[in-house]
C-alpha cells in the first residue's frame, strides 16, 4: 500500500507499451462498487472476491501488467497462479508508504500507522519470496522503461533476479544469476561494443554478440589511465560506434571505470552495460555510475557520473577468480554488510569460507544496498558518503606503499579496523580483525622499513584525500552495524593512534 503500484500502472497505460490493469478497478467493475464500500460491509468477503478477480486476471494475462492491492500475494491460490508469471515487488520504506496513504480513506489506513507498520513488517517476506523483480522507489515511468528487461526475464536462466536502480538521472536493471554468460540468454537488442581486459576476455567474451572484436586491455590497475583512454577512444571511433549502440564493460572494476568513463565522454555519452566478472565489481564498483581513470598524481582523480544502462552479473563469472581477488571483493561485501545491519549484516559475519556458487544473495543483497544509497544521493553531496567507510585509511595505505605492497581489499580492510577504532566500536574492531584473520586478509601493517615513516606517510595521504572540504578530512564512523555516521572530523592524534595501533 502506497508503493506506487497504481501510478506505475497508469504510468504503463499512458505509454501504450503495454496493456496494463489495476485489480481494484477490475473488482470495482465486475462488482459495481467500491472497493471500500466492499471491504466495510465484510472483510472476509471482500477478500473472497479479490481473489477471484486476481486468478481471472492472472488466468487471462499474457505480457499485460496488473497491479495488485497489497494483501492479494497473501493468498495461497494467488501465490500458486503467480508462478506462471513474473512478480515485480515495488519496495517502499515504511514512513514514505505511510505519509502517501495517511491522508487517504482505505481501511487499513484508519487503523492507524503502527497497525500500517506491523502489517508492512508482516508482508513483506512474502513480496520478498514471491519477487523475481524489486523495483526501489523511483519515477513511477521507470517501469516503462524496464518492461523489455521485465520480459526478457521471462525466458532467463532459473533463479536470475533483477533490481530496478533508481536515482536522480534515471532508472537502470540490475540482473544478478547464474549460468548467464554461458547462455544464449542476452536481454540487449542492438549492437555491442567490448572492452574487457586479457582475463575476462580469455574467460568470458566468446559467447556474446559483438559487432567486432573485444577492446582488450592489459589486467590490472596501471591500464586505468588516460594513454588507454585515448585508445579506446579512438578504437570507438575506428568502428563506428553511434549513440544508439551499446558499450559492454566486461571484467573488474578496472574495466568498468575506464569503459563508463570512455562512454560518457565519447560523442558526449553513449549508453554503457557493465559486465561485472570481479566480487568488487559486482558487489560494488558495477553500480551507481561512478567512473575513474587515476592520475599520476592520484587514483581516480578523473571521472565522470555516468549511468549503467545495465548492469549484468553473472556470479559464476567468480568461480575463475583467483582467490586473493575474491578475498578483495570480500572486504566490500564485509563493508557493506557493517553499513547495511540487520541480515546482510547476519549473514556475512557468518560466511566461513567465500564460495563463488553461494554468493548470489550477497551480491543481490550488496547492489541492493549500494543503489538505495546512491538513489538518496547520486551525486555523493551528502548519504552516499558512507560508501566510503574503511577507504579513507585504507587508500591512504594504499597511496603510501604506492599502490605496490596491498591490494585494495587488503588496504581497506586495515582501513575498517582504523575507522572501527575512530568509532570507538572495540568489540565489533574486534570481530571484523577475527573475521579479516579468517578469511586470510592482513590486520597488521608490516613496514619494510621505518615504522614511523610509514605511519607520517599514510597520515600525510590522510589529509590528501579527495573527499576533504576546507573544515578537514571527514570520517565515516559506526558504532554499531546498520548506524554509519558521514562526514565526521576527528582529533588527529587519534587518528595517528588507529593507524598506528596497525603496526605489529
Ligand atoms: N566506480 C566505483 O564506484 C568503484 C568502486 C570500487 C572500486 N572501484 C575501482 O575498481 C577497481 C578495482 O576493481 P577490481 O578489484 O575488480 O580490479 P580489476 O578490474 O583489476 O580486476 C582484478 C583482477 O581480476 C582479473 N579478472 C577479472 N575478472 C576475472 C575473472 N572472472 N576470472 C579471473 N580473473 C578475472 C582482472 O584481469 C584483474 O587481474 C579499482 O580501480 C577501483 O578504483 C570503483
Same mark, same amino acid.
Given at each position: 500500500m502506497g508503493a506506487?503500484?497504481?501510478?506505475?500502472?497508469? +504510468?504503463?497505460?499512458?505509454?501504450?507499451? +503495454?496493456?496494463?490493469?489495476?485489480?481494484?478497478?477490475?473488482?470495482?467493475? @465486475?462488482?459495481?462498487?467500491?472497493?471500500?464500500?466492499?471491504?466495510?460491509?465484510?472483510?472476509? @468477503?471482500?477478500?473472497?472476491?479479490?481473489?477471484?478477480? +486476481?486468478?481471472? *486476471?492472472?488466468?487471462?494475462?499474457?505480457?499485460?501488467?496488473?497491479?495488485?492491492?497489497?494483501?492479494?500475494?497473501?493468498?495461497?491460490?494467488?501465490?500458486? /497462479?503467480?508462478?506462471?508469471?513474473?512478480? /515485480?515487488?515495488?519496495?517502499?520504506?515504511?514512513?514514505?508508504a505511510w505519509e502517501r496513504v495517511s491522508r487517504s480513506d482505505r481501511p487499513l489506513v484508519q487503523r492507524g500507522e503502527e497497525n500500517f507498520n506491523n502489517l508492512h513488517a508482516d508482508r513483506a517476506a512474502t513480496y520478498e519470496g514471491l519477487a523475481q523483480v524489486i523495483m526501489s522507489p523511483g519515477k513511477p515511468d521507470a517501469i516503462v522503461g524496464a518492461l523489455p528487461w521485465i520480459r526478457a526475464l521471462r525466458e532467463r536462466p532459473p533463479g536470475t533476479r533483477m533490481l530496478l536502480a533508481s536515482s536522480a538521472s534515471g532508472s537502470y536493471p540490475i540482473i544478478v544469476g547464474r549460468g548467464i554468460l554461458e547462455s544464449d540468454w542476452w536481454p540487449i537488442e542492438g549492437r555491442s561494443f567490448y572492452v574487457c581486459d586479457q582475463n575476462s576476455q580469455r574467460h568470458y567474451s566468446d559467447p556474446l554478440r559483438q559487432v567486432a572484436g573485444p577492446i582488450v586491455l592489459e589486467p590490472g590497475e596501471e591500464s586505468k589511465n588516460m594513454v588507454q583512454v585515448t585508445k579506446i577512444l579512438e578504437e570507438f571511433a575506428e568502428r563506428e560506434l553511434a549513440r544508439h549502440d551499446y558499450v559492454v564493460a566486461l571484467g573488474g572494476g578496472v574495466v568498468g571505470d575506464m569503459t563508463g568513463f570512455c562512454a560518457h565522454i565519447y560523442q558526449r555519452g553513449v549508453p554503457v552495460v557493465q559486465v561485472p566478472t570481479t566480487l568488487v565489481a559486482q558487489v560494488d564498483s558495477a553500480y551507481g555510475g561512478k567512473t575513474g581513470v587515476d592520475l599520476p598524481q592520484g587514483k581516480n582523480y578523473a571521472g565522470a557520473y555516468h549511468l549503467p544502462a545495465a548492469v549484468i552479473a553473472d556470479v559464476d563469472a #567468480?568461480?575463475? *577468480?583467483?582467490?586473493?581477488?575474491?578475498?578483495?571483493?570480500?572486504?566490500?561485501?564485509?563493508?557493506?554488510?557493517?553499513?547495511?545491519?540487520?541480515?546482510?549484516?547476519?549473514?556475512? @559475519?557468518?560466511?566461513?569460507?567465500?564460495?563463488?556458487?553461494?554468493?548470489?544473495?550477497?551480491?543481490?543483497?550488496?547492489?541492493?544496498?549500494?543503489?538505495?544509497?546512491?538513489?538518496?544521493?547520486?551525486?555523493?553531496?551528502?548519504? @552516499?558518503?558512507?560508501?566510503?567507510? &574503511?577507504?579513507?585509511?585504507?587508500?591512504?595505505?594504499?597511496?603510501?606503499?604506492?599502490? /605496490?605492497?596491498? &591490494?585494495?581489499?587488503?588496504?581497506?580492510?586495515?582501513?575498517? #579496523?582504523?575507522? *572501527?577504532? *575512530?568509532?570507538?566500536?572495540?568489540? #565489533?574492531? +574486534?570481530?571484523?580483525?577475527?573475521? #579479516?584473520?579468517?578469511?586470510?586478509?592482513?590486520?597488521?601493517?608490516?613496514?619494510?622499513?621505518?615504522? /614511523?615513516?610509514?605511519?607520517?606517510?599514510?597520515?600525510?595521504?590522510?589529509?590528501?584525500?579527495?573527499?576533504?572540504?576546507?573544515?578537514?578530512?571527514?570520517?565515516?564512523?559506526?558504532?554499531?552495524?546498520?548506524?554509519?555516521?558521514?562526514?565526521?572530523?576527528?582529533?588527529?592524534?587519534?587518528?595517528?593512534?588507529?593507524?598506528?595501533?596497525?603496526?605489529?
Open positions: 506506487g503500484k497504481s501510478s506505475a500502472v497508469r +504510468a504503463v497505460q499512458r505509454s501504450g507499451a +503495454a496493456e496494463a490493469r489495476d485489480l481494484d478497478a477490475a473488482i470495482e467493475a @465486475r462488482e459495481q462498487k467500491r472497493v471500500l464500500d466492499l471491504f466495510h460491509a465484510d472483510e472476509a @468477503r471482500f477478500r473472497e472476491i479479490e481473489r477471484e478477480v +486476481a486468478l481471472e *486476471l492472472l488466468e487471462k494475462a499474457d505480457g499485460e501488467v496488473v497491479a495488485f492491492g497489497g494483501g492479494t500475494p497473501m493468498d495461497h491460490d494467488v501465490q500458486v /497462479a503467480l508462478a506462471d508469471h513474473t512478480v /515485480a515487488y515495488l519496495q517502499v520504506k515504511p514512513a514514505k #567468480l568461480t575463475t *577468480l583467483p582467490d586473493d581477488q575474491l578475498a578483495a571483493g570480500f572486504v566490500e561485501v564485509l563493508k557493506t554488510g557493517l553499513l547495511a545491519g540487520d541480515e546482510l549484516w547476519e549473514r556475512v @559475519r557468518t560466511i566461513d569460507k567465500i564460495v563463488p556458487a553461494e554468493l548470489d544473495d550477497v551480491v543481490f543483497e550488496c547492489a541492493r544496498f549500494k543503489c538505495g544509497v546512491v538513489g538518496e544521493d547520486e551525486q555523493d553531496t551528502g548519504r @552516499r558518503h558512507i560508501l566510503n567507510f &574503511g577507504h579513507t585509511v585504507g587508500h591512504a595505505i594504499e597511496a603510501a606503499t604506492e599502490y /605496490a605492497r596491498y &591490494g585494495h581489499g587488503e588496504a581497506v580492510g586495515l582501513g575498517l #579496523l582504523a575507522a *572501527l577504532r *575512530l568509532s570507538e566500536a572495540d568489540r #565489533l574492531r +574486534a570481530e571484523i580483525r577475527e573475521i #579479516l584473520v579468517r578469511h586470510g586478509l592482513p590486520v597488521e601493517l608490516d613496514p619494510p622499513g621505518d615504522p /614511523a615513516e610509514l605511519v607520517d606517510a599514510i597520515l600525510l595521504a590522510v589529509g590528501r584525500d579527495k573527499k576533504r572540504t576546507l573544515d578537514g578530512v571527514g570520517f565515516v564512523l559506526l558504532s554499531e552495524p546498520g548506524k554509519p555516521r558521514e562526514r565526521e572530523l576527528v582529533d588527529p592524534a587519534m587518528v595517528r593512534g588507529a593507524v598506528e595501533e596497525l603496526l605489529p
